[in-house]
């Protein structure tokens, strides 16, 4: 899936010792695309049969043993009489959401061609498919999941088909969250962060969806293995069943499990992480010293690099004391590379982390200005437009893609939205 050398220092320690408040946000939607059946998973998850979409087709995986969920076995595809652009149009309130996707193709119509395709969000292009996908990911899918903020009432999840191919979804995940987690107090509201890797070093795939450990915001977590470099490969895993301190809190609500195991290595831990070139990256470190053998400060101290700058020097202990929970977080500007290293080097003792997260921080993209949206879809009921000219989402965005059929667009005097002149268009159904 594709989608900047400078450097932003934002580190923000971030720790708590008071005891957590229920969760507070209780939007969310779990729809099993393609079903026509509600259900509940294993992991007590409750799905909707599919809603919510503009077009499109159903059908099944060509291996449904091969799956172990029911909402990995269906899909929606679009195919090209549905039009290019198509969209599932949730209500929600404004907020900020937490949305996942699982994709998969496994031949569901026997033509062996993997589809090339868009999917965006509120009218940002976030995902890029193009075939041929590799053989684990056309067979087995993948879930892709991002951090966004619906400011209209309404999430639009749309797709945009490449030449001819439809795409496809076999299930939306949308959970509301703290609208100032991830620094959004700092970064704003006009930033969609991508999930680039979400690391529990020293555990397995946990996280709603993968087990029944619990996450408030939906997230799940990684293993960490296959992102370690050079002789990291070695690092030691310790665990804990010792309770954390700081944890399950606002606005991050980051769960006890994360900081309960970690990985250690007698210098140097480093880690790889793929990227896609031109974008900022924000960078989440989780730390606790679940090392009883560590009493004071001073007796564990590591320096923090990100692609060779030295971005933080920690001392948990120092900072929380022991099992407690300890986070920073920091803003690579302008990446011209594909990979992001992040390296923990010894200043006392061995270096040790509990979590890693990599988000691209995608810029929203222009939208058309809103009273003009009402007045298109006002027009596309009026004149009864097919599925067909996919008059579907947002008239204009993203600008990547091609405006409705019959509408051309371009940027308001202020440059802060986008306007459209409907051309002669004359509709035949």
Sequence with gaps: MSFLFLFLLSLAPLFHSSSPLPYPYNSSFHIDCGSSTPSTDSYNISWLPDKFFTGGST???SEPLHFHLQH???LRYFPLSSGKKNCYNIPLPVGRYYIRTFTVYDNYDGKSHSPSFDASVEGTLVFSWRSPWPESLTRDGAYSDLFAFVKDGQLDLCFYSI???PPVIA?????QIDPLSYNSAQTGDSY???NYGRLCPGSSQW???FTSDPDAFGRSWQSDSDYRAGKSESAKVITTKENINGTEKAPNYFPMKLYQSAVTIEGRLEYELPVDAKLDYLVWFHFAEIDSTVKKAGERVFDVLVNDKNVSRVDVFKEVGSFAAYSLNYTEKNLSSSVLNVKLSPVVGAPLISGLENYAMVPADLATVPEQ????????????????MG???????????DAWEGVTCHTNKNGTGLVNITENLEVKA
């Design 59 to 61: 059908s099944v995986v």
């Design 207 to 209: 996280g709603p969806g």
């Design 391 to 401: 008059w579907n989402g947002d008239p204009c965005a993203p600008t990547d893609w």
């Design 192 to 194: 969609i962060l991508v």
């Design 171 to 175: 299930s939306l995940e949308v959970v």
């Design 373 to 388: 949206v009402v007045a298109m879809k006002a027009l596309k009921d009026s004149l009864c437009v097919p599925d067909r």
């Design 72 to 74: 990995e076995k269906t």
């Design 163 to 165: 030449a001819t191919d």
